[in-house]
């Protein structure tokens, strides 16, 4: 055979199984990652789809809760698995702040997996004490460029897109205050209702009873437009800090080359479910904002949020692990 004739022969061997697999995909149970545990946002968000795309795709859909080394345990499961579509990974945020922090993952994240769909998007707050001594950010960012290095501004663990982001509230504001990680968020509320420190920066969901309890008070939401459930509250831009906006999202991701034909048919499956109103009330009730969309979508959050915190350690100096 002819050297031509028998490379051409090869490659269509190695594309053969892609193209059954897409054609009798799925015939078995299909298995989603969460580097979470059970019972948080990410978790419930990834059940709650998980529950519709088996009713669409006619197959079970497992979760598989694997936390720990923010992401990258669960991260480095997918990224081994086989390109079938059988093993999908929730990305988020938090995917982006670990190939932006970590030295050395040991996968690429752009390179080692093939976004599916987004799934939902979610707000950060800056808040005070209701009795604190700031009525709105303006009063935050105006003592603290009276008061350098004087404001302490919590978040809840290093390394996490909230303490990210408190940084880029530093650059975004010119202004010198001290950002102060807690261990989780329970303890940024108990030092913010305890005085220990000014003002805090979080997820609003799990924030969200202590405002609606006056015990704290909303100062700003960090993404580009007010919240769905704190309409009230301005943006960071709106209140004066025009380079401030960071929200927080999810989504889906298999292994890199994944037949399309299957990336389609999940993403179609994921679409189905956001669509469907049990299940966004469900994810509303959390504070979540279902975000359909494209499997190039997903990428260009994913890619736009790598750069966006690169950016971010970079003048903030924060020392990369």
Same mark, same amino acid.
């Given at each position: ?9 090869? #490659? ?14 799925? =015939? ?11 019972? &948080? ?5 990834? +059940? ?13 859909? *497992?979760?598989? =809760? ?17 390109? @079938? ?39 950060? *707050?800056?808040?005070?004490? %209701? =009795? &604190? ?30 303490? /990210? ?9 010119? $202004? ?15 030092? /913010?209702?305890?005085?220990?420190? @000014? ?13 609606? &309890? ?5 100062? #700003? ?28 999202? =999810? ?11 299957? $990336? ?13 109103? &049990?299940? +966004?009330?469900?994810? %509303? ?20 949020? $790598? ?6 350690? @970079?003048?903030?100096?924060? #020392?990369?692990?």
């Amino acid at each position: 055979m002819h050297r031509r004739q028998l490379l051409a022969a090869a #490659a269509l061997t190695a594309y053969l199984p892609a193209v059954w697999a897409a054609k009798g995909y799925p =015939n078995k149970a299909i298995r989603i990652v969460v580097p979470n545990a059970p019972g &948080g946002a990410a978790d419930i968000t990834a +059940r709650a789809v998980g529950e519709h795309m088996t009713k669409t795709l006619g197959q079970p859909i *497992v979760i598989e =809760n694997k936390p720990g080394a923010g992401g990258v345990v669960a991260g480095q499961t997918v990224a081994s698995a086989a390109p @079938d579509g059988y093993t999908l990974l929730l990305i988020s945020s938090g995917t982006a702040v670990s190939e932006a922090l970590f030295k050395s993952l040991p996968f690429d994240t752009l390179k080692a997996f093939a976004p599916v769909a987004p799934l939902a998007t979610f707000d950060l *707050v800056i808040v005070g004490a %209701e =009795n &604190g001594r700031f009525a709105t950010l303006g009063d935050l960012v105006g003592y603290a460029r009276q008061n350098p290095g004087k404001v302490n501004l919590g978040t809840p663990n290093l390394g996490t897109t909230q303490h /990210l982001a408190a940084e880029l509230f530093k650059s975004a504001a010119g $202004i010198d205050l001290q950002v102060v990680p807690f261990k989780s968020t329970p303890d940024v509320i108990t030092a /913010l209702r305890s005085g220990q420190i @000014d003002a805090g920066l979080d997820i609003l969901s799990p924030l969200l009873a202590q405002i609606q &309890g006056k015990a704290l008070k909303p100062l #700003a939401v960090t993404g580009p437009k007010r919240s769905r459930v704190l309409p009230d509250v301005p943006t960071a831009q709106e209140a004066g800090v025009k380079g401030l906006n960071a929200a927080s999202w =999810n989504g889906l991701a298999v292994p890199a080359k994944t037949p399309a034909d299957v $990336i389609a048919r999940l993403n179609k499956a994921v679409n189905a479910a956001l669509a469907d109103e &049990g299940v +966004r009330k469900k994810l %509303e009730t959390l504070n979540l904002d279902p975000h359909p969309g494209t499997p190039t979508e997903a990428a260009q959050m994913l890619r736009g949020d $790598i750069q966006r915190w690169n950016a971010v350690i @970079d003048k903030a100096h924060v #020392a990369r692990q």
